[in-house]
C-alpha cells in the first residue's frame, strides 16, 4: 500500500499526517489543521481570544461553553479521576509561577543540562484542585483561584479526533502525529503504522508497528524545559508538591486504544516516578520506561527494542 505524508510545526512541536490514499493528503492535511485549530482557539491558555481565556473571570459562577471545550474538559476530568489526581487540569498557576507563562519557543529554553528545580522554588500545591470544577452538561464552574491547562490533553484529543475525522471523511486510513501524541484511524497499511520511538538523538530506540484503530503517547521530562530561578524546570507537575516532577524516567510511551487514554497513563507515570512499574502491571497495557541512566524497561505486550507490534 502507498502512503503519503506531510509535516509542519505547530505549537512549538512538529505536526504530520500520514494517509493511505495520496491523493487525499491535501485535504487530510486541511482537517488535520482545521481540527488543530478549534481545540487552540477553545482551550489555548496562551491565546487570550481562547473560549477558555475569554471566559475565565465568569466561570466561578457557571457559564455555558461550547461543545469542544467541554469534551476537553470532560476529558481531563475523567483522566483526574483515573490517575488519582495524578493528572490535573488546574495546574496553570503552578506553570505560572514557575515561568511558562507564554509559548515555549518564546521561554529561556537551555542549550545544556544543568540543576533541576527542587523544594527551593515557591510555587502553589494544588493537588486535588480538580476535584473543584464542575461540569453539568456545558455548564462550567471553575473557582477564581483556578486557572486551567490542557496542553497535554488538548494534544492528544487533537490528535485522535484529527485521525477519526481524516478517516470518516475521506475513507482512508490515517495516522496523526502532533509532538509525542500519535493516532490512528481508519485501515492501516498491510505493514501496520510504523513508529520509531526515541526521545533525543543518542537515546534508546526501538520501532512498533501499530495496528489499526491504535495510539501512542509518549511523555518526556528531557524536553520543554527551560531556566526559572537559575535552574532549570520542565512541564509535567507533580500536583502533591507543586513542583516539576522529578525525572525518575527521562520517556513513558504507552500504546493504548486512543491517544487520550495513552498520554494519561504515560503523564501519571512520570508523575509517579519509582511507583510507576507497578502500576503499569495492573493496568496491563503496553508501555516503555526509559530511566535517567538510559536503561530501557518494557511492561505488558510492548516488544523489545526492534522491529514488531505491541497489541
Known amino acids: ?71 476537553i474538559v470532560r476529558s481531563a476530568l475523567a483522566a483526574a479521576e483515573m490517575t488519582d489526581g495524578d493528572v490535573d487540569p488546574t495546574l496553570g498557576s503552578v506553570l505560572l509561577g514557575l515561568g511558562y507563562d507564554r509559548d515555549f519557543a518564546l521561554l529561556d529554553v537551555p542549550h545544556s543540562p544543568g540543576p533541576e528545580a527542587q523544594g527551593s522554588i515557591g510555587v502553589t500545591t494544588v493537588a486535588e484542585a480538580w476535584t473543584r470544577i464542575g461540569l453539568a452538561g456545558n455548564t462550567l464552574k471553575v ?51 510504523v513508529v520509531l520511538v526515541q526521545d533525543l538523538p543518542g537515546d534508546p530506540s526501538g520501532c512498533v508497528r501499530l495496528s489499526s484503530g491504535y495510539a501512542l503517547a509518549t511523555s518526556s521530562t528531557q524536553k520543554r524545559r527551560w531556566n526559572h530561578s537559575g535552574r532549570q524546570v520542565q512541564h509535567i507537575i507533580d500536583p502533591h508538591t507543586g513542583l516539576p516532577a522529578e525525572a525518575v524516567w527521562r520517556t513513558v510511551t504507552v500504546a493504548a486504544k486512543s491517544c487520550v487514554e495513552a498520554n494519561t497513563i504515560s503523564t501519571a507515570c512520570v508523575v509517579r516516578g519509582r511507583r510507576a512499574p507497578s502500576w503499569l502491571r495492573e493496568l496491563g497495557v503496553p508501555a516503555r520506561l526509559v530511566d535517567s541512566a538510559g536503561r530501557v524497561s518494557a511492561f505488558g505486550s510492548w516488544p523489545p527494542d526492534e522491529m514488531t507490534s505491541p497489541s
Not at 18 to 46: G, N, W, Y
Not at 165 to 178: A, D, E, F, K, P
Open 143 to 193: 473557582p477564581k483561584s483556578l486557572l486551567l491547562d490542557f496542553g497535554a490533553i488538548g494534544k492528544a484529543l487533537a490528535a485522535d479526533w484529527a485521525a477519526h475525522r481524516i478517516s470518516s471523511t475521506l475513507g482512508c486510513g490515517s495516522m496523526v502525529s502532533l509532538g509525542g501524541d500519535i493516532a490512528t484511524a481508519g485501515k492501516a497499511p498491510p505493514e501496520g503504522w
Open 1 to 71: 500500500m502507498v502512503t503519503a505524508a506531510r509535516r509542519w510545526e505547530l505549537w512549538s512541536t512538529e505536526a504530520g499526517v500520514i494517509v493511505t490514499e495520496p491523493s487525499m493528503l491535501d485535504q487530510a492535511v486541511s482537517l488535520s489543521k482545521a481540527v488543530c485549530h478549534d481545540v487552540e482557539m477553545a482551550c489555548s491558555r496562551f491565546r487570550d481570544d481562547s473560549e477558555v481565556m475569554i471566559l475565565r473571570s465568569q466561570l466561578a459562577g457557571g457559564r455555558e461553553i461550547s461543545d469542544v471545550l467541554a469534551a
